[in-house]
Structure formats: C-alpha cells, structure tokens
C-alpha cells in the first residue's frame, strides 16, 4: 500500500484514496473531500485490472435431480364408477359402492406402500352416499390429514389427503 493508492475499508461501504501512511495507521479521503484515519489491516487495495487477464471458465449447469417422492402434484382417484368398470350397467347400487370401496383402499394401501405423501380422492357431487363411504374410510385412518367437514364439504366433489 502506498500513497495515491485507491483503497476499500473492509468492514464499511467506504472508499477513498490514500494521502499519508504513518507506521500501522492510514489516512484516507473519500470521493466527497472527508478524511479519516485508519488501522492498515481494515483496508485493501482496489484494483479495478485485477481480474481483467483472468479467464472465464463457463460451467454448465447440472440439472436438479427431483425425487418422485417429494412430487407436490397429489395422485388423482378418481372414483366415478364409468372409469372404474367396462360395463357399469351390469352392476347393481351396492356392488358398485363395494368396488368403489375396494378401489379406494387399493389406493391408500398403494400410497402407504410408495410412501406417496398427498391423495386427492374424487368422489363426486350425486346423493353424498359416496361421499359420506370416503369420510368413513378417512376417519378410520391412522396417520393422515384431511379436511374433515369443511367450507365445500358438500360442494366441491373431492378431498386431498395428506399422509404423514
């Protein structure tokens, strides 16, 4: 460091220009004519050429490895019996609500298994019957979270279920 030298004090947004080095201590005077005397070892040299003749070396990016696991997009079922069956007019009221049970189940045990953390369950709007089977089901289970008799309870036609 020496006089005429433009320096940056380490811990301030100050910077300033080198007038007189006595021993350890260093007086400066920044771009508005203030002067201020400091330690040598709260400075450091600006030099604007410092990087000028260092390379750029580009990188390319990796991209993020993203577990299926931790997939915010829940796993749909939905439980409307023409996408359940290939006849639906063979069945009577009871056996569909028996396979759309069954179905259910299925599925939670599926997610449990993949450890699968959010379910959105589609029920449907119709007479609630089917509705009032999932909220069943749900009750019964350990470990998860839903919105049990909520704001849409009987409008909205489904239910996510989070698994914890």
Request: glycine share 6%.
């Amino acid at each position: 460091m020496k006089i005429g030298d433009r320096v940056s004090v380490i811990d301030d947004d100050l910077k300033g220009t080198v007038l007189k080095i006595i021993a350890d201590q260093v007086k400066i005077e920044d771009e508005h004519g203030f002067t201020y005397d400091l330690p040598k070892s709260q400075l450091t040299i600006l030099d604007s050429g410092l990087y000028e003749n260092s390379p750029v070396i580009r990188k390319n990016e990796t991209s993020k490895n993203v577990s299926k696991k931790h997939n915010k997009t829940p796993l749909k079922l939905d439980l409307h019996f023409q996408l359940l069956v290939k006849n639906p007019s063979d069945y009577d009221a009871f056996e569909r609500l028996m396979i759309q049970k069954e179905k259910l189940l299925e599925t939670i045990d599926f997610c449990r298994k993949n450890h699968i953390k959010n379910l959105e369950i589609i029920h449907g709007i119709g007479d609630g019957v089917l509705q009032k089977l999932v909220y069943d089901i749900l009750e019964g289970l350990s470990n998860v979270e839903y919105d049990e008799h909520g704001f849409f309870y009987h409008e909205s036609g489904r239910v996510e279920v989070k698994f914890l």
